[in-house]
């Protein structure tokens, strides 16, 4: 019958039963079949199975009152026939009769079986149920027998249970089907285990077949909680991100455990502070952090994700974080309605859904509360039970856990790149020597590390220039990369050459090394790259100790293959470390960086340094833009596995007429011929009105190496933009000192004299002896 009430189909069976033909039923209203004064009671709405006696009228007048079973056919995809929506009506024909217990079919059925059983004969015609069978079908069985199973069961769910009992007859193997049916009088479909088995006589011929269905429900939810338990031990925590971590614990629970589920957190967590430990009161002030929903878009929430709102004690966020513990609310009486009255918004929102049950649970971790997770039904007719909470309180555990875990790294991460980037440099220096530019990244997952670089003017305007990797992340390898980048900086100071230097470094990390060792903490251990570029001379020297090598362009885009050996760790001592020289044009490009910037999962080192190599190739622009475009083709999208620093440089240098350079005999009678050559050469730059402080200072210095030094001795002046240096050099090791004189004496004050006129003022040890130098700065 169609959805109308018109008749669609007509069988054989049905001409047999009522004499009418096919044409004279097909078309035309149902109705006419019933008896003149019968009576026909609809199916209740939402009725899929329906059942009765029916008194129908004959072909022949008479009155045939006959049981009718009939099934709503549910339209499928694409199905727009006459019998989408329509109705299935059928009727047993012909009773085979009850089972006797003579015939060799019953006696292969247990009729004492506690679980329910049917029997089908050869042409899978039911021949008989046992007690458990009908009350499961809610069917009595003499109104079913002669009935096929897809006739019983009805829409495609019968037809496949028929095929697997026609598929056991025709091989004679048993077969165990799980599926979910619905018994007349019921409104929820149970789960059931069914095993089919063949009959056979005694000859050993399939002569029927055998049903026997356990009600496996509660197995089956069980089995439901059990895999929601795992799959929340999965997919929850894959990041060490919080909000990410309550999307998570909303995702899971949706649509297996409610069908909306809000995760709110306590407002202090965004701002780094500590949760409250013990019991908290109301009202709570809540930052929604995640929520999900069976509908898109999730048109149930109130609050915006990342919005805050407010919870008082009569809500059931409120009472559950009060008491601790889990709160369920079934109905909108007493104090839900208290608090429903005092959001209308709420309110509107629950009553356009249909939500008729929320359960809150406190997100709590190690002792202290973080927040709650609340879960909403509207699509799920049945209540929460004692067993869903226990199953959204596992679940939550869970997720507390690993929100904790966040928030606890997220802060440790907040702290040690606050530290990172108080000890990195904030800006570059300003330098003739070169122009710098620079980048940090943290590690996208693994936290902030100890990865540094820096740039550090040294004399006679030279530059140094360091990049280096602590192993590890977090605080304790943020301070360790401080204490060394202060150690590099003090030894800079001292203008070590790169080898002597990473040789003092290396033996500052033993020492650290030994400390930590000591206090139960992991070994330090770091790599190093070190080199300084002489604007004069146009060379730089480069050492490192275990680090990636640097790369170096020429102006004109060509790769100089610098040589450095790679020297072993920092931290293992009693191994030398070697350095290497080159001149570079003016204009090269050096590139010092981390191996985080090179080296990934999806590629090896060597290939790496080949695409830094070829990006810095092609790059055009300032060095920031430069920088720029490395991070982007070498980097990516989300972010590094790896602490990431780099430090780029493009050289500069001076004109020969910027330097002027004079050869002295060790004689005191040169002092005064050199005044002249200092004046002479201050005239030719335009300092003349510096020749007083000059022509003192001068004065000073080549008279100690005289006096003090051992030849040969060279006076070296430097002219910057901004800046005027004096160098005297002479090849004793021996170190100047500033020193108090007495009121009597007669020298000492030399230095002293150069101190006050002068800038700044060093020395350095040289290859062939010591360096003694004066820095000017030139006035407007």
Known sequence: MAADGSVVEWNEGARLLLGWTAPDVLGRSAARLLAAHGSFRLPPPGSLVWSGTVPLRHQDGRTVSVWLLAHLLRPTAGDTGDKAGGWLILCPLEDPGPLSLDEPLSAALMTQSPCAAAVFDGRLRLRGI????????????????????????????????????????????????????????????????????????????????????????????????????NEASVRIGSTLDVTRTAQELADVCVPTLADFVSVDLMESLAYGDEPAVGSLSAPFTLRRAAHQSVNAGCPEAVVELGGLDVYPASSPQGASLAV????????????LGEWLDWDPVRSARIKEYGIHATMSVPIRARGTTLGVAVLTRFRHKDPFTPD???????????????????????????????????????????????????????????????????????????????????????????????????????????????????????????????????????????????????????????????????????????TLDVQVPAGPPLGLGGLPFE?????????????????????????????????????????????????????????PAAGATDDVALLLARTRGLKPSQVATWALPANPAVVSRTRQYVLDQLAAWGLAEMAFTVELVVSELVTNAIRHGAPPIQLRLIHEDSTLICEVSDSSGTAPHLRRAKTFDEGGRGLLLVAQLTQRWGSRHTDNGKTIWAELTLSD
Not at 492 to 511: F, I, N, S
């Open 130 to 229: 046992n007690n458990a069978m009908a009350d499961a079908v809610g069917i009595p069985e003499e109104n079913l027998r002669g009935l096929h199973m897809s006739e019983i069961v009805g829409g495609r769910q019968g037809e496949k249970l028929e095929e697997h009992l026609r598929e056991v007859l025709d091989s004679g193997r048993s077969k165990e089907v799980q599926t979910f049916l619905r018994a007349a009088d019921e409104a929820d479909a149970h789960a059931w285990s069914a095993r089919i088995a063949p009959l056979t006589d005694s000859d050993g011929r399939a002569i029927g077949v055998c049903v026997t269905g356990h009600d496996i429900t509660e197995q089956y939810q069980a089995r439901q909680r059990l895999q929601l338990v």
């Open 388 to 558: 869903d909470e226990l199953l959204a309180e596992e679940v939550t555990a869970r997720a507390a856990v690993c929100i904790d875990n966040a928030r606890r790294f997220s802060r440790e991460r907040e702290t040690a790149l606050a530290l990172q980037r108080s000890l990195l440099p904030l800006t570059l220096p300003r330098m003739p020597a070169l122009e710098a530019a620079s980048r940090y990244l943290p590690a996208a997952r693994a936290g902030v590390g100890g990865d540094w670089f820096d740039v550090i003017p040294l004399s006679g305007l030279r530059v140094a220039m360091v990049v280096g990797d602590v192993v590890g992340h977090g605080i304790q390898a943020s301070a360790t990369m401080g204490r060394l980048r202060t150690a590099v900086r003090t030894l800079a100071d001292v203008d070590l050459a790169p080898d002597e230097l990473l040789t003092h470094v290396d033996d500052l990390v033993v020492r650290l090394s030994k400390e930590a060792g000591a206090e139960g903490v992991t070994e330090v251990g770091a790599t190093c790259l070190y080199s300084v570029y002489d604007p004069v001379t146009r060379r730089c020297s480069f050492a490192r100790a275990g680090h990636p090598p640097p790369v170096v362009l020429t102006p004109d885009g060509r």
């Open 324 to 335: 601790g513990r889990t709160v369920v609310a079934m109905n909108s009486g007493g104090a």
């Open 579 to 635: 350095s290497t020289e080159l001149e570079l044009p003016e204009g090269t490009l050096l590139a010092l960086y981390t191996d985080g910037l090179i080296e990934s999962r999806d590629r090896d080192i060597d290939a790496g340094h080949d695409l830094l190599r070829q990006t810095l190739a092609r790059s055009t622009g300032s060095l920031d833009e430069v920088c720029q475009d490395v991070i982007r083709s070498m980097l």
